[in-house]
């Protein structure tokens, strides 16, 4: 069992930028976070499995958020610049046991999420 701990939500204006941490409690194959907005269904923003040299991003945020890690610590970071309004949703970090991409149903794990607000 793997437990995700997710951090760095908030609220800020457009244009600006945060990074959400996942620290994990143990190895998994591929991350990824995803977002989902109220009324919307649960949207994959970013992947990586790193043993197969493959990161995914949804078209939305390419350019703007990116996704790196930290071996060492077991954990995954999400950097995101030039926040829009339509990026405010509940972020989540999820893990697999093997490649995931950006289809929910393929991961394992799920960790809590956290409230990202964009204000124009």
């Known amino acids: 069992q793997v437990q995700l701990v997710e951090s760095g939500g908030g609220s800020v204006q457009a244009g600006g930028s945060l990074r959400l941490s996942c620290a994990a409690s143990g190895y998994t194959y591929s991350s990824a976070w995803f977002r989902q907005a109220p009324g919307k269904e649960r949207e994959g923003v970013a992947a990586?499995?790193?043993?197969?040299?493959?990161?995914y991003y949804a078209d939305s945020v390419k350019g703007r958020f990116t996704f790196s890690q930290d071996n060492a610590k077991n954990t995954v970071y999400l950097q995101m610049n030039s926040l829009k309004p339509e990026d405010t949703a509940m972020y989540y970090c999820?893990?697999?046991?093997?490649?995931?991409?950006?289809?929910?149903?393929?991961?394992?794990?799920w960790g809590q999420g956290t409230q990202v607000t964009v204000s124009s």
């Open positions: 990586i499995t790193p043993r197969a040299g493959s990161t």
């Open positions: 999820a893990a697999a046991y093997l490649r995931g991409g950006l289809a929910p149903e393929r991961y394992n794990y």
